[in-house]
């Protein structure tokens, strides 16, 4: 197997065309967060982006994204915005991790919602974690009767609170596919808001990830692109969402809603229309990504796995590797005990997040 390195937009018609064929022949690389397309925007605007092209003789075996760091550390592309990465390949190819690592310069390349199927990196795996989806794959209305019997209440509640809404506001509009820029931009500034009252770092305070977004946004080729959806209460947007649709698979991102309108749950109403329309015009599955999220367990049908863990090449890398982590688990470790340095350490993080 010989590997060969470039920038994304550097590959070519045939390149992207088999890129698209091996998702389609594996159910598990079918995320649009595993897409040649997501992978050439995301090297846009960020210049450590690359791709590994693997090759057995003349014959095109996979594609690995990734990033470049300093010190030989890689990630995957768009690590940090993604719920899923790994290895597109044909089915029954397999790779040498090692190998892949020193053809990408890297010394260690670090995942955390590694897809089902990557057997090559199964050594390396840490931990396994659910990543919640809905299933579609019968149409809303069997989704919609499988969550009435499993949690009535909620079913009911949503009700409920989606008359009171319209009593308060107006009638309940949905747009499934927003094209306007401005309710983009209204859901940046609820997402934003959503960060800070968190204490997380507002990932839209960086320029390039915006740009990023925007260009998605715009992006509509009849396979892959950017959704929009967003509730109107009236003339009014309560509830929104920005995902990646890559054939049947709607890949959640941005859900997000106007916390002014809280105690209505625009966002489980959001989310159920969402749900609706999408399988209207054709969706089969919608990822919800790893998480904790209340909402993703009430919503969720069943669970894929991801995985995270580490690849290490050579023992001097692994060496520094687990010596550096170690460190830093024995640095959070002692912030934690102590609530000054705590809070002396969640300011300089959350400022080196806005000026990164």
Known sequence: MQVSIARPGELGPPEIAAWRHMQQQT???????????????VGTFHPGARVAVLTDGSQ?????????????LGAPIGTGLTN?????????????????????????WRFDNLVEGQQSFAPYTAAVKPSPVIDLADGFSAYAEKLRRKSPQFCRDVARRARSLERERGALRFESDARDMADLRVLMGWK????????????????????????????HDGMFGGLLSVLYAGDTP??????????????GWFPAYDTRFGRHSPGH??????AEESAA????????????????????SRDLLVAEGTVTRGRLAAGAYRACSAGTGWARRRA?????????????LRHYGRIR
Not at 195 to 219: A, E, K
Not at 269 to 274: A, C, D, V, W, Y
Not at 338 to 343: G, N
Request: hydrophobic share 50%; proline share 4%.
């Open 27 to 41: 159910q598990f690389l079918a995320n649009p967060f595993l897409c040649a397309d997501f992978a050439v925007a």
């Open 60 to 72: 095109l075996v996979g594609f690995f994204p990734f990033e470049r760091r300093q010190f030989g």
């Open 84 to 108: 899923a990465h790994g290895l597109i390949h044909a089915p029954g190819a397999d790779w040498d991790p090692c190998q892949l690592l020193r053809a990408c310069g890297l010394s260690v």
């Open 192 to 219: 934003s808001a959503q960060f800070r009252r968190n204490g997380w770092v507002d990932i839209f305070d960086r320029r390039w990830i915006v740009d990023l977004v925007d260009y998605l946004f715009s992006v």
């Open 238 to 251: 309560v509830a929104g969402h920005f995902g990646l649709r890559f054939g049947p698979t709607l890949a």
């Open 269 to 274: 109403i959001q989310n159920l229309r969402m």
């Open 281 to 300: 015009q054709g969706v089969r599955l919608i990822d919800m990504g790893a998480g904790s999220g209340s909402y993703k367990q009430l919503l969720r």
């Open 336 to 348: 934690r005990q102590h609530p000054l340095l705590f809070q002396a350490a969640d300011r300089v």
